[in-house]
């Protein structure tokens, strides 16, 4: 007579449960192996420390006496946040479209087949390394550009009125971007038709609003998305939008898209 000896059922035998850590650490995973990761995010460092340091040094050597009163040194050293949010929208873009491109999404939603973590997991793990890494760069950028500016006695200190507002939300205002980005992703699947969209969303849609008459300007421009999340970004905070209800309003309009995602992952195909 054979005996048959089982073995009572442990945690490596139930090692196949979904749950959302290892959804999250399946994210983290992918997120850091693929290079266009680290390429794209070091462009948006280099981009805000290393062009906001050049940027600072020719407006210092360029300033006239009349331009004085209104030279304001932090938002100089910040100011190439603009082609950076580029870089970070787009990188958002490609945590969901590129595994649409490569047909890897299949296999991420057959091992999570309620969807929702894998939107929650991206969005929070890109969230997480995005806000550490720009405000990092936000930081460098600042204090770079102040020892720019220092030489032309223009530099301003973090203990300035708003400056310390600023510095933080510029990484705010990058973060609430690449989440954009990964919202449109996640709702277009291409990612020529995401990217174009948010270029439209962040250039187009102001340039736009700077063409309309000035009585419907006024009424319309301030709550456009990235008009809005600008907002926190001027020292000298602008009459028609308050700092923080402007990105509160810009990140609303992410969570919409956000929200809109999220329907859309559990009502169509992969």
Do not use: C
């Amino acid at each position: 007579m054979t005996t048959t000896l089982t073995r009572p059922l442990g945690p490596a035998t139930r090692s196949g449960k979904v749950t959302l850590p290892r959804v999250l650490k399946s994210e983290w995973i992918k997120l850091r192996t693929v290079s266009s990761t680290s390429i794209t995010l070091l462009t948006a460092v280099a981009v805000m420390v290393g062009l906001g340091m050049l940027v600072s040094h020719l407006r210092a050597a360029d300033i006239s006496a009349g331009d004085m009163a209104h030279f304001n040194g932090a938002e100089i050293s910040l100011a190439m946040y603009r082609p950076a949010q580029l870089a970070i929208g787009v990188l958002g873009v490609l945590v969901f479209t590129g595994e649409y491109s490569t047909g890897m999404i299949h296999a991420t939603f057959t091992a999570v087949p309620g969807r929702l973590p894998v939107l929650a997991a991206k969005a929070a793990v890109f969230t997480g390394v995005v806000l550490v890494l720009m405000t990092a760069a936000s930081f460098a950028a600042f204090f770079g550009g102040q020892a720019v500016l220092s030489s032309a006695h223009l530099s301003t200190h973090l203990s300035d009125p708003g400056v310390t507002r600023v510095v933080f939300g510029t990484a705010l205002y990058l973060t609430v971007v690449g989440l954009l980005g990964v919202a449109l992703g996640a709702i277009v699947r291409s990612s020529a038709g995401a990217i174009a969209t948010l270029v439209g969303i962040l250039l187009v849609l102001p340039g736009l609003g700077a063409l309309l008459p000035s009585d419907w300007a006024q009424h319309i421009n301030p709550y456009l998305p990235s008009n809005a999340g600008q907002a926190v970004l001027l020292v000298v905070p602008d009459p028609a939008m308050a700092p923080w209800t402007g990105l509160a309003l810009f990140a609303g309009y992410t969570a919409v898209l956000l929200g809109a995602a999220a329907w859309l992952l559990q009502r169509r195909d992969a």
